[in-house]
């Protein structure tokens, strides 16, 4: 079976769910804490696709959602203010190497209101403002039905 994986680094957590092809619910979904004194950020979010990727499965690319300020073209945590060594990392060449699948990396805030947007609340909306607030503060902006990135793609970022 052909799937997904679906990784959301936060300050306190990180999440990865596993996805069908076809699917959007997830058939399997994990957490673990972000911090741990052992291991770093990095190499927990490693760990945690490892405990994810399925025994009899195809996966055909991950998406990792990051806070703070990110270079999507080029893959790169520019800086995320809350998670400890999360400053001109280049997670998506990191975990592609690893796992030797496409990685693609997006502001988390800018995922979100990317998803409001064509499945969620925002549906059918052209102009949609989100906020997150958890351990930092961001936002996401689409405008005429676009996403609203900026110059140095932080044009959401609010806190």
Same mark, same amino acid.
């Given at each position: 079976?052909?799937?997904?994986?679906?990784?959301?680094?936060?300050?306190?957590?990180?999440?990865?769910?596993?996805?069908?092809?076809?699917?959007?619910?997830?058939?399997?979904?994990?957490?673990?804490?972000?911090?741990?004194?052992?291991?770093?950020?990095?190499?927990?979010?490693?760990?945690?696709?490892?405990?994810?990727?399925?025994?009899?499965?195809?996966?055909?690319?991950?998406?990792?959602?990051?806070?703070?300020?990110?270079? *999507?073209?080029?893959?790169?945590?520019?800086?995320?203010?809350?998670?400890?060594?999360?400053?001109?990392?280049?997670?998506?060449?990191?975990?592609?190497?690893?796992?030797?699948?496409?990685?693609?990396?997006?502001?988390?805030?800018?995922?979100?209101?990317?998803?409001?947007?064509?499945?969620? *609340?925002?549906?059918?909306?052209?102009?949609?403002?989100?906020?997150?607030?958890?351990?930092?503060?961001?936002?996401?902006?689409?405008?005429?039905?676009?996403?609203?990135?900026?110059?140095?793609?932080?044009?959401?970022?609010?806190?």
């Amino acid at each position: 079976m052909r799937c997904y994986i679906a990784v959301d680094i936060g300050g306190t957590q990180i999440r990865a769910a596993l996805y069908p092809e076809d699917g959007f619910t997830p058939l399997q979904q994990m957490r673990i804490p972000t911090v741990d004194n052992n291991q770093a950020p990095l190499e927990r979010m490693i760990q945690l696709i490892q405990q994810i990727w399925p025994e009899d499965g195809e996966v055909k690319s991950i998406a990792i959602a990051s806070p703070g300020f990110i270079n *999507s073209a080029e893959g790169l945590v520019l800086s995320a203010p809350n998670i400890a060594g999360f400053t001109n990392l280049p997670v998506a060449r990191i975990v592609a190497k690893r796992f030797s699948v496409p990685v693609f990396l997006g502001n988390d805030a800018n995922l979100a209101v990317m998803g409001e947007s064509l499945f969620g *609340s925002g549906r059918g909306h052209q102009d949609i403002l989100y906020l997150t607030i958890s351990t930092g503060i961001g936002g996401g902006i689409i405008s005429h039905g676009r996403l609203v990135e900026g110059t140095h793609g932080i044009a959401g970022e609010l806190g």
